[in-house]
């Protein structure tokens, strides 16, 4: 079936360093991408997102990178701050009715 | 966010007992959905609902039902709580048109405890 996989569960950075945080997709037919924020007790924030049809699209500190022939995608954070530290989703459009695959998430720890 | 809500936010119940989980949004969303996550697993579909009345499963909806009455509401219902539906739940809201469409926007949450 889909799936929607992230490669590492845990990344811890240096504050100020760069983070990256890839991701893995199975449906060469998704066409829509979003990387979501959850922070401890909360529900699951919307960062970025990006279409089949670019590469690359960048946000205010964030940029999203789509790999279309390796079913690849990554989140870059620049300058990474405490207040980065989260769990990190990439979901991919099922195409389906609308539903979004989930990955399991990278929890990411920033270290002062 | 704000716009979407969850009620209750906790909730412990004992096995066999039939609870309701609310969600109301703000947002003037038609298409609404209930998601659980589990510790190593992700957010995983239970039901979707794309207008009133209309009610669809995911991938994990034995053991719960869902009531959509009401555009800005989506009920989830577990009919016999078990303990490995002790998890947490999120509603999430999408917009049929505009920028972003396919984005859904998350409530906060509500931790169920079955024991």
């Known amino acids: 079936g889909e799936s929607v996989g992230l490669h590492l569960p845990t990344l811890s950075v240096q504050e100020g360093d760069n983070s990256i945080i890839n991701c893995a997709y199975s449906n060469s037919a998704s066409d829509y991408f979003i990387w979501y924020k959850q922070e401890s007790g909360k529900g699951p924030q919307f960062i970025i997102d990006?279409?089949?049809?670019?590469d690359k699209r960048q946000g205010q500190r964030v940029t999203v990178l789509l790999n279309k022939t390796v079913k690849h995608l990554s989140l870059q954070i620049a300058a990474t701050q405490p207040g980065d530290s989260a769990v990190y989703f990439c979901?991919?459009?099922?195409?389906?009715?609308?539903?979004?695959?989930f990955g399991q998430g990278t929890e990411l720890s920033v270290k002062p | 966010d704000a716009d979407v809500t969850q009620t209750p936010r906790n909730r412990i119940t004992k096995t066999g007992k039939r609870i309701m989980l609310e969600c109301s949004q703000t947002k003037g969303h038609d298409r609404m959905y209930w998601y659980r996550q589990d510790p190593g697993l992700g957010l995983r579909l239970i039901y979707y609902?794309?207008?009133?009345?209309?009610?669809n499963k995911g991938e994990i909806s034995d053991g719960y039902s869902v009531s959509r009455q009401a555009q800005a509401k989506f009920s989830l219902s577990l009919e016999s709580a078990i303990p490995n539906q002790t998890a947490l739940y999120f509603c999430?809201?999408?917009?049929?048109?505009?920028?972003?469409?396919?984005?859904?926007?998350f409530g906060p949450g509500t931790r169920l405890l079955v024991l």
């Open positions: 990006i279409r089949s049809n670019m």
């Open positions: 609902s794309f207008d009133v009345k209309d009610i």
């Open positions: 979901a991919g459009d099922g195409n389906q009715g609308g539903k979004l695959i």
């Open positions: 999430a809201t999408r917009p049929t048109v505009g920028v972003s469409q396919e984005t859904q926007y």
